[in-house]
Each structure stands twice: as structure tokens, then as C-alpha cells.
């Protein structure tokens, strides 16, 4: 495929992710789940203006996304509809044009950072991303961590099944990765800590959701300089590479640690060293290192601005000089994330 080619099939996409988001956002999808619709139908029940319906529908069923025999009545097939709509599903991938257009609304600020050297605080990309980042990991979160990546660590397991164990989430985000693993282990208690106002808020509200707010506690602050001692786990999910301080958050993490604790981490799974042309995960993973995360630790007045491209070798130095004698990458599979296990 020649670069032209390539840029083309890229605009298209582009292009389509953000009609997808438009039908996220303004509850297309979700009104088609149930029972094909006209444009008139589309129009009334979403509350949207019938001309606009019209358009999006046929664009919906030109891109794939919809069917529709007579270009009148349009469906939502059901496969479609899992990976639209059921937030938190195995499948789920509705907020892909969210995220799209999270990073899109950012890039003229980006750019701007590119000629200043200033960094774009994580706050400023705003719900977009927030969300995006959020519901893309959410279904791992859901679906592997209790079952599969905590259990492959059976020490680690163990010890989250005996009474009182004591869990510390680092860069927990909206907070789905404490709230699964108190609802895997009913006798944890779990603290989440993000440096982003709006997600710890959000988070609390995650936790309520799922009943669990009895167990599960969020606090803004640094994972550097968080003081409180005695976990059991320390976990760390796709958040180390965007930390100001990754070396001084891994020792706090070694002196927050209750003896025998572990740290478990999940950051992205790229090759060891860099190669060009890189796989696809990996040029996603550059992409957002570019538009996002490279930017958004800038803005935290690093000691250092790492960027996405965490490579295992790079987290067994960060351990050792953080003085974990026994890091090991774990062989946890994953699409997207490698797992390091540090004590
Ligand atoms: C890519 S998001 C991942 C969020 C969540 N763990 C998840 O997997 O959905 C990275 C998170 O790290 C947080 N973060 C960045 N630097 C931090 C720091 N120094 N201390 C605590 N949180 C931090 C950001 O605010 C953001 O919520």
C-alpha cells in the first residue's frame, strides 16, 4: 500500500469515528438498538433535527455501520450494537470516536507546546479523553484483571483473598480498576489516587455505582508523595509512563508497600527497543504519546516526561533504581498492556 493510499484510508477513518461520535454522544445508537428507524422515527425519538437524521443514517449505512435495503429504514445490527453500546462488554469500543475527538480538540495546543516547550495539563484534554481513556480499558478492567492477571500472580491472589488486605491504586483514573478488584475480593479495601480533579470525582461516583464505596476510597494527590503506608498492592494501570517522577514514584511505592506486598503493574506492551516501521499497537501508542501523554506529563513539571513508549527494559531499570531487587516482566497475554510484577 503506497503513503497515499495509507493517508486516504486514515482520513476516512477519521472522518467516520467522529460521525461515530456524533451518534454516541447524541444517542443514536442506542435509539436504533431496539428496532429499525426512519429519519422521521431517528428524528423524534433522539430529539434531533429530521435532515441531519437523514444524512447520518445513510453515511452510517455507506461506512458499514448500519443496514438498510431500501435506504428509508435503517438497523443497528446486533454485532455493531455490542461494540457500541455495552459500555463495559468484552467488545466494547463505542468510545473510540470520542477519543478521536478528544484528541483532535487538543491538537492546536499541541502544536502550540511543540513551539513553546510547555506541556498541556491531563485536566485540559478535557471528558473526551478522560472517558475515552476510561472506557477503552474498562472491558480489560471487567473481564481480565480479577480473572486472569492478579490470579496469574497466585502469591498476589492469595493474599488479596485473605482478610484485610489493603490495595492502593496509582494513577487510577475513573477509578474501574479499584472498584473491580474490591468487587472480585470482598475482603479488600481499596484507595485510588490520580492527580485529576475530575477523575477522582468521577471515580467516587464509579464506586457508588457498583456499591462498593464502603470499600473503595479515591484522594487527589501525587503518587510520589502519597504518605500512607501498609499495602498489600500497590497496582499501577497504564499510568507509570505519564507520572513526572516514574523512578520516585516506584521508591514511595516500595515504601508504602506492607512487607511481602508486591507492586503489579499494567503499561503498554511495545517492543524492547525501537524499531521503525513499529506494529500497529505500537504506532496507536506513539500517536498518543505525541498528541497526549507526552504533553500532559510536561505540564506536571517533570523530573521526567517519558512519553507512552514504555519499554520493559526501561521499568526493570526504573524498578532496580527504585531498589526492587526482584522485578520480572509477568507472561500475562495482552493485546495492549505488558505486566510487570515488583517486590
Ligand atoms: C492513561 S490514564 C490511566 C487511568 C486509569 N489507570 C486507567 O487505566 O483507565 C493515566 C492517569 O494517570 C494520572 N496521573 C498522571 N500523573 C500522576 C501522578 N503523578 N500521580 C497520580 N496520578 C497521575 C492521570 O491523571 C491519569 O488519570
Redesign the pocket.
Known amino acids: 500500500m503506497t503513503i497515499a493510499d495509507r493517508l486516504l484510508g486514515a482520513l476516512i477513518g477519521a472522518a467516520e469515528l467522529c460521525t461515530v461520535e456524533i451518534g454516541r454522544e447524541l444517542g443514536l445508537y442506542s435509539a436504533l438498538r431496539d428496532s429499525p428507524l426512519t429519519a422521521a422515527e431517528l428524528a423524534k425519538t433522539a430529539s434531533i433535527d429530521e435532515r441531519y437524521a437523514r444524512e447520518w443514517l445513510e453515511q452510517q449505512a455507506a461506512a458499514g455501520f448500519l443496514t438498510s435495503a431500501d435506504g428509508v429504514s435503517f438497523a443497528l445490527p446486533a454485532e455493531t450494537a455490542s461494540v457500541l453500546l455495552d459500555e463495559g462488554g468484552p467488545d466494547f469500543l463505542g468510545t473510540a470516536g470520542e477519543f478521536a475527538v478528544g484528541l483532535g480538540l487538543l491538537t492546536p495546543r499541541v502544536i502550540e507546546a511543540f513551539r513553546t516547550g510547555e506541556g498541556v495539563p491531563?485536566s485540559e484534554y478535557g471528558r473526551h479523553m478522560r472517558h475515552g481513556?476510561?472506557s477503552f480499558?474498562r472491558p480489560m478492567f471487567a473481564h481480565q484483571l480479577t480473572s486472569e492477571w492478579l490470579p496469574a500472580v497466585p502469591e498476589v491472589d492469595a493474599r488479596l483473598r485473605a482478610g484485610g488486605a489493603r490495595v492502593l491504586d496509582?494513577?487510577?483514573?475513573?477509578g474501574?480498576?479499584s472498584v473491580a478488584i474490591a468487587l472480585a475480593y470482598p475482603a479488600v479495601t481499596v484507595r485510588g489516587?490520580?492527580?485529576?480533579p475530575a477523575?477522582i470525582e468521577e471515580a467516587r461516583r464509579t464506586a457508588a455505582a457498583a456499591g462498593v464505596a464502603d470499600r473503595v476510597s479515591f484522594t487527589l494527590?501525587?503518587?510520589?508523595v502519597e504518605g500512607e503506608r501498609g499495602y498489600d498492592l500497590v497496582t499501577i494501570?497504564?499510568?507509570l509512563h505519564?507520572?513526572?517522577d516514574p523512578v520516585g514514584?516506584l521508591r514511595n511505592c516500595r515504601r508504602l508497600l506492607a512487607e511481602g506486598g508486591s507492586v503489579f503493574i499494567g503499561d503498554e506492551r511495545v517492543s524492547d527497543e525501537f524499531t521503525a516501521p513499529a506494529g500497529e499497537i505500537e504506532r496507536l501508542q506513539y500517536a498518543f504519546s505525541v498528541l497526549h501523554c507526552l504533553p500532559a506529563t510536561r505540564a506536571?513539571n517533570p523530573v521526567h516526561a517519558h512519553g507512552t513508549i514504555l519499554r520493559a527494559p526501561t521499568v526493570m531499570e526504573w524498578a532496580r533504581a527504585a531498589g526492587f531487587d526482584d522485578p520480572s516482566v509477568l507472561d500475562i497475554p495482552n493485546d495492549f498492556w505488558r505486566f510487570y510484577r515488583l517486590r
Request: aromatic residues 8%; proline residues 0%.
Open positions: 491531563y481513556i476510561a480499558n496509582l494513577g487510577c483514573g475513573v474501574h480498576s489516587i490520580d492527580l485529576d477523575s494527590g501525587d503518587a510520589a494501570f497504564e499510568a505519564d507520572m513526572g514514584v506536571e
